[in-house]
């Protein structure tokens, strides 16, 4: 059973930093590639960024670029998520997410709230 555990959010003020945490379980992690999506209150959930398990090739939506940088330890089995300079725009549920052959598996998500 593939498990995927958030931790890490909470209040920031702008310009302030968090960082992110997903513990997973259940998978050989260092075979899976592993994103990070947002839902922001009243809104869609909407990708952020991913790391690539054959090479740790990061991606990033646009919005992020420049601020948020994903890392893994395979030895840990942890996704990371360190978000700089936020803004009041990046409130969200933050989640991360792996897929398998069409099998999605998702977080329950941690909260990050900016406030301004």
């Known amino acids: 059973q593939v498990q995927l555990v958030e931790s890490g959010g909470g209040l920031v003020q702008a310009g302030g930093s968090l960082r992110l945490s997903c513990a997973a379980s259940g998978l050989t992690f260092s075979s899976y590639t592993m994103g990070w999506f947002r839902q922001a209150p009243g809104k869609e959930r909407k990708f952020v960024g991913a790391?690539?398990?054959?090479?740790?090739?990061?991606y990033y939506t646009d919005s992020v670029k420049g601020r948020f940088t994903i890392s893994r330890d395979n030895a840990m089995t942890r996704v990371y998520l360190q978000m700089n300079s936020l803004q009041p725009e990046d409130t969200a549920v933050y989640s991360c997410?792996?897929?398998?052959?069409?099998?999605?598996?998702w977080g329950k998500g941690t909260l990050v709230t900016v406030s301004s």
């Open positions: 997410n792996t897929n398998y052959y069409g099998t999605s598996w």
């Open positions: 790391i690539s398990w054959i090479d740790g090739i990061t």
